[in-house]
């Protein structure tokens, strides 16, 4: 049993500790059930409630989550458009985002997988040098995509 103060009372019957807490005009708390014998505290109870939760709010305040944009290819795709989605991610990751880059195969394509994978290792060895790609690109179904985490 712990005392209102802090210092440790040692081990106390239950009847003896209720009586202790009612003196003291706080409430018994359990600290530790599983321990054998159980750790027990006089403290307010109330108030100790009104301090956790208003931690966690804190902890959900500081706690942002990672947001994942995507940007979309072809196989067929221009050059400037190329450059102009690459340049699109680069930002999209040094303002902290995550990436997801797909390169999405229609009809006749699904063929030309080969093509499909270079240009997936080039957009790849592009952005590599702005965030760190999740593993290599992986065809799932008729999309080929990989992710990005931004670097620090």
């Not at 202790?20 to 409430?27: Q, T």
């Amino acid at each position: 049993m712990i005392s209102a103060e802090g210092e440790q009372l040692g081990v106390v019957a239950i009847d003896r500790a209720r009586e202790l807490a009612e003196e003291a005009g706080l409430d018994l708390v359990a600290v530790s059930e599983k321990t054998d014998p159980p750790v027990v505290r006089i403290m307010n109870f109330g108030k100790l409630q009104y301090e956790q939760k208003k931690n966690l709010k804190n902890q959900k305040k500081n706690n942002v989550a990672q947001k994942v944009k995507e940007v979309k290819f072809h196989v067929t795709i221009d050059k400037h458009d190329y450059d102009l989605k690459i340049k699109r991610g680069i930002e999209f990751m040094e303002k902290g985002c995550r990436l997801k880059v797909t390169l999405a195969l229609r009809g006749r394509e699904m063929a030309h997988q080969n093509l499909a994978f270079e240009l997936m290792q080039n957009v790849v060895a592009e952005l590599s040098a702005y965030g760190d790609p999740d593993g290599t690109p992986k065809l799932l179904g008729r999309n080929i995509s990989v992710n990005f985490a931004p670097k620090a």
